[in-house]
């Protein structure tokens, strides 16, 4: 079951029958004892603003000793079951990686994965992407990955997309200056209206970044569309070093 409140600071575990839905135990349990790295509700306040810090107690059990160093931040939202967040947490040991998604069996099965391959830089976190302001400070992201956000295919369903003018110009108020968005999509007009969004809020349009190393990074459902013949739009856009938040 999708869970689409947009205050993610509020616990939902207590009102799901663990019965019904195993991932809801897995994340009780390890909300307690830290066994994978996923987070939500209230185990989530203190964390804007503290995310480095965030990493290092997560991650302690795992060996991670704090640096003390500016790490850069990565959230990808929809994260699905982790595959990219993973492939990119391991790819880039010297970032932290956040994955976003709205059902407790994705974001368990991305952290239970991350755990897994060992991986000391990921995190991810059941809630709304649309809520994010509650977890991260202003400035405080340094890129968001979006990845086949959307399954609505009719025009008519448009409404319901996640990236639209509003939440462009929430991303663009989270991250730093200099920082960037990728985003693809199977639906080319959606990739236009979300340019457009982005072109709004201030962004522009970029080469791949170099933060990726010319990695493409072929997603699940990329995947699946590319066996089906479908081809993937999108790009990379860059809040300017200059803007304020
Ligand atoms: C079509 S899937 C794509 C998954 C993955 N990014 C990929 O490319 O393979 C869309 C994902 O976004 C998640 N999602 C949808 N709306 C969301 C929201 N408002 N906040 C966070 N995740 C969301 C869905 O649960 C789903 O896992």
């Not at 989270?174 to 960037?180: D, E, I, N, T, Y």
């Not at 457009?196 to 170099?210: H, I, N, W, Y």
Request: with cysteine; aromatic share 8%; hydrophobic share 40%.
């Amino acid at each position: 079951m999708p869970i689409r409140q947009t205050d993610i600071l509020q616990d939902i575990s207590p009102r799901i029958n663990p019965d019904v839905n195993p991932y809801v135990a897995k994340m009780t349990a390890a909300l307690t004892d830290g066994s994978i790295p996923v987070l939500q509700g209230s185990a989530l306040g203190g964390c804007k603003g503290n995310w480095r810090a965030t990493f290092d107690r997560l991650h302690a059990m795992r060996g991670r000793t704090p640096s003390g160093e500016k790490r850069p931040l990565i959230v990808e939202i929809g994260c699905h079951l982790g595959l990219t967040l993973n492939e990119m947490a391991g790819n880039h040991p010297e970032a932290d990686f956040i994955g976003m998604d709205i059902t407790f069996k994705r974001v368990v099965t991305a952290a239970e994965r991350s755990a897994r391959q060992g991986h000391r830089n990921v995190a991810t976190i059941l809630g709304n992407a649309r809520g994010m302001d509650a977890i991260f400070a202003d400035g405080e992201v340094d890129g968001f990955v979006i990845f086949f956000p959307d399954p609505w295919m009719k025009r008519a369903q448009s409404k319901h997309r996640l990236v639209d003018g509003e939440f462009a110009t929430l991303l663009s108020r989270k991250l730093a200056p200099g920082a960037f968005v990728w985003m693809k999509t199977d639906q080319e007009g959606y990739w236009k209206d979300a340019r457009e969004a982005f072109l709004q809020a201030g962004f522009k349009p970029t080469e791949p970044v170099d933060f990726f190393a010319g990695r493409i990074y072929e997603s699940t459902f990329e995947r699946r569309f590319r066996l089906q013949g479908l081809s993937a739009h999108g790009g990379h856009m860059r809040k300017p070093a200059a803007q304020a938040n």
